[in-house]
């Protein structure tokens, strides 16, 4: 497209009319909801979990395909016709998708083989198209490449999460919680947990409590097979290596730009096996299936429930719900997926059950 046409009126027309789109659909949907997690009242420790899986693309990444696509239309990036590409591991192709049909744009998302059917499947039922590669680590150089054979734009949420998401408010994550938690016993939570897949979301709730001057910590979970939490302790951000991560959505090969090591307060590294252990134990408790992510934040959030309960430090702690676990019924609920990945829950079943009788962490 020649300059002349993209500043033309019917280009811009386009655009408007494309944001008008994207934000009616804002405008429809309700809040997600902070549901508290059931711990004994004189632990005098109360768990929240931020409930993503019900946005209409069920998980976090709904409000970062809204932000990537109006960053996009208003940076010109995209106009009328533009085939968008991402390269995502599942949710975000799943939102982006939806906004590009919303949009009437072709959508490609560039993933590894072995994502899971169930998201491949949700990808396509949003009219999006799944383009595979091999090897984890080629989705960006494949993303830029189709990009470039089809005229298109490559969304890059590992680059623009942490830019494209308004980290002072319009309902971001962080001012949803804050506001959600302000009529609870403890308002400000001691510790907010969460994961990382491209940083945005950590990167924004990390800003948010400086910028409104709240006193919580931010503490992010990491999975095996991810460089977060050593390039976080070392301070090395090129850090590189491992394959990729078996918990869908969280844990890089590289540290990507959208990773604001400087606003974590601390990182957890938790095992595969215990994230997976996690989300197998609370489904009873939640009367529903949850997603890998989801366990490996609730991990990481008993550990500190169990820290403030032996130290008799009062409080609130609040973490993510990502997305719902019926993504996931081939993989982390299926016992002979585990068996080949040779997954063992049992050691980290007796932590869990320790933590629910008793308030103690054994890990
Ligand atoms: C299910 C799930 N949980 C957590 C995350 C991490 O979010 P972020 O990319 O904002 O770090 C992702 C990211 O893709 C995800 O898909």
């Not at 910590?217 to 050593?230: G, I, K, M, Q, Y």
């Not at 994230?275 to 009873?284: K, N």
């Not at 982390?332 to 103690?360: C, K, M, N, S």
Request: glycine share 10%; proline share 5%.
């Amino acid at each position: 497209m020649t300059a002349v046409d993209r500043c033309s009126d019917k280009t811009r027309a386009w655009v408007c009319e494309a944001v008008r789109i994207i934000e009616a659909d804002a405008n429809r949907s309700a809040d997600t909801h902070l549901l508290p997690f059931p711990l004994p009242v004189d632990w005098n420790v109360q768990l929240y979990l931020k409930d993503e899986s019900t946005h209409p693309t069920g998980s976090l990444k709904h409000r970062l395909a809204r932000s990537l696509f109006l960053y996009a239309l208003c940076n010109g990036w995209i106009t009328e016709g533009t085939p968008v590409i991402e390269a995502s591991s599942g949710s975000t192709a799943v939102s982006e998708a939806y906004f590009a049909r919303m949009l009437g744009l072709p959508f490609i998302a560039v993933m590894p083989r072995t994502t899971s059917p169930e998201k491949v499947q949700l990808i396509e039922h949003q009219g999006g198209r799944c383009h595979f590669v091999d090897e984890p680590g080629m989705i960006y150089t494949e993303s830029y490449r189709l990009a470039g054979e089809l005229g298109g734009h490559f969304m890059d949420q590992f680059t623009h999460a942490e830019r494209a998401t308004d980290w002072r408010g319009n309902n971001n994550i962080a001012e949803s919680i804050f506001g959600q938690m302000s009529l609870e016993p403890n308002p400000e939570p001691l510790w907010v947990v969460v994961g990382a897949g491209t940083g945005g979301t950590s990167a924004t709730i990390g800003r948010y409590v400086r910028y409104r001057a709240f006193s919580s910590r931010l503490a992010v979970v990491d999975p095996e097979n991810s460089v977060f939490f050593d390039a976080w302790r070392d301070t090395e951000p090129g850090l590189t290596g491992c394959r990729g991560s078996r918990i869908e959505g969280i844990g890089r090969p590289r540290v990507e730009p959208s990773f604001l090591g400087q606003v974590i307060d601390r990182m957890i590294k938790v095992p595969d096996a215990a994230s997976i252990a996690t989300i197998r134990r609370v489904a009873p408790l939640l009367g529903r299936r949850v997603g890998g992510s989801t366990g490996t934040n609730l991990w990481g959030a008993f550990q500190i429930v169990a820290e403030l309960k032996a130290a008799g430090v009062a409080g609130s702690i609040v973490t993510l719900l990502c997305d719902g676990g019926e993504r996931y019924s081939h993989t982390y609920y299926d016992d002979a997926w585990l068996t080949a990945q040779g997954i063992d829950l049992a050691p980290h079943d007796q932590v869990l059950t320790t933590f629910l009788e008793r308030g103690e962490w054994t890990a």
